[in-house]
């Protein structure tokens, strides 16, 4: 790539830029702040720019009915904000929570999780020695989303100790490795983006929960109710913070 003095077409400025080739195999010339402003927001994933991720909450928060819903029952109300399914929009609430679910789990994939409305608590453990004063779980190993058929191996028994506690509030933005064991508190009418790189229905995580009890399902049905209920309680939060 080589220097030109030119117009960016990122900021529409005279400026030497650097030429990069999009999608379509075009030229494109960009100047240094616009090419370094792309390199940081391809750090963060945004597919979607600030302004018009919150237009896109606001949507689904006014008007829920007119998207698709699916509840988890740690929780939580998700619905995607795109079509490549690599941003989930998470409301949290008490209501959602299956009767005895365990919510300790881990993921798949590495994610960045952005809050955009109340307040939720990451709680990050380690895998340590029984004789490191950990507690007794088991943990089981499931498949994720469509291909989900419960637990699939026979728990073995694991010791956990909780090593991180972090509070997320709104515009803060937390980064978790795939395989990390993390539960999470919140407040209702929390609400957060969860995004990574790509979409694979088939995947595998744990779920884990302690050593003498039964495991929690999470899968549960969803009523009209519980999606007014929710996003009326998150649009109220939403709109102290974006307002």
Not at 81 to 88: F, G, I, M, P
Not at 113 to 126: D, E, F, H, P, V
Not at 178 to 196: K, L, P
Request: net charge neutral; hydrophobic share 35%; with cysteine.
């Amino acid at each position: 790539m080589l220097d030109r003095l030119g117009t960016c077409r990122g900021c529409g400025t005279t400026r030497y830029t650097v030429r990069e080739l999009n999608i379509c195999s075009d030229q494109v010339f960009l100047c240094y702040y616009c090419l370094d402003t792309k390199r940081r927001a391809k750090e963060m994933n945004p597919h979607i720019a600030h302004r018009d991720r919150l237009q896109a909450i606001r949507r689904r928060l006014e008007q829920p009915l007119d998207f698709p819903w699916h509840a988890h029952g740690i929780g939580m109300l998700r619905t995607y904000l795109d079509e490549a399914k690599t941003q989930r929009l998470n409301l949290w609430h008490q209501r959602m929570l299956n009767p005895g679910i365990s919510t300790m789990h881990t993921h798949p994939r590495p994610f960045v999780s952005t809050a955009y409305a109340g307040l939720m608590t990451n709680k990050i453990y380690r895998r340590v020695d029984a004789r490191a004063g950990g507690k007794a779980y088991r943990e089981g190993i499931i498949h994720c989303g469509p291909c989900f058929k419960g637990i699939e191996n026979d728990p073995p028994l694991v010791h956990l100790l909780l090593v991180l506690k972090t509070d997320v509030h709104p515009g803060e933005s937390y980064r978790q490795p795939s395989r990390v064991i993390h539960d999470t508190a919140f407040e209702d009418g929390t609400a957060t983006v969860m995004e990574w790189d790509r979409f694979l229905p088939d995947e595998c995580a744990s779920v884990l929960w302690p050593d003498g009890e039964s495991w929690g399902d999470a899968t549960r049905d969803i009523t009209v109710e519980d999606i007014t209920v929710v996003c009326a309680a998150a649009l109220e939060r939403f709109n102290a913070v974006w307002s």
